[in-house]
C-alpha cells in the first residue's frame, strides 16, 4: 500500500506537477505515508484523531498520506465520511490549523462524467485522507504566482494525456504493491 502510494505520489502528483508543493515536501522526508486496515467507518475516524494528534505534537512531520483501503471503497460513502472528517477537526479545535484533501480511486467531481479525465487529479490507488497543514498551505500558496490557475492547468494535463493514458499511470503504481 505505502509503495503504491508513494510511486503515485512520484510518479503521477509530483511528475505531473498536479500540486506544485509536493516535490519540496517529498524530498524533504516531510510527508508520512500511514497506511491502515480498519474496517468501520467509527475506526477511521479514531485513526484520524490519532494521527491529527501526532501531526500536532510533532511539527517536523509537515503531512500524511492516510491511506485506509479496507475502508470507504464506494466514493459516495468516502464523500459523505469527509464530512466527518470536518467536523472532528472542529471538535478537536484543529480547524484552520489541518484540512483533509480528498483522493479516492473512483474520484469524480460534481458536473463531470465519471469517465472525464479531469478526475484523475484526484484519483489514487486507494481511497485516503491528506492531512495538510494550513498555515503551510497559506505560506506555499503565497509563493507561487497564479496559484488560482493550478485547477485549471491540472484539468487541461489530463485532458492532454487522456483517460486511457491516466489509467495506465495509475495502474503502474497500483503494480508497485
Known sequence: MIAATQQWVESIVVALNLCPFAQRELTGGRVRFAATSVVSEDELLAVLQAELEMLTRDSAVETTLLIHPAVLADFFSYNQFLDRADRL??????????????????????????????????????????????????????????????????IERMNSLGKDRLLLLLKACSAAR
Not at 484533501?101 to 487529479?121: I, L, V, W
Open 89 to 154: 477537526l472542529v471538535d478537536m479545535g484543529l480547524e484552520g490549523v489541518f484540512q483533509v484533501a480528498s483522493f479516492h480511486p473512483d474520484y469524480q467531481f460534481s458536473g463531470t462524467d465519471s469517465e472525464d479525465a479531469e478526475n484523475f487529479t484526484n484519483r489514487s490507488p486507494y481511497p485516503m485522507l491528506h492531512l495538510l497543514r494550513e498555515d503551510s498551505l497559506h505560506k506555499a500558496i503565497s509563493e507561487f504566482p497564479d496559484v488560482d490557475q493550478i485547477p485549471a492547468r491540472n
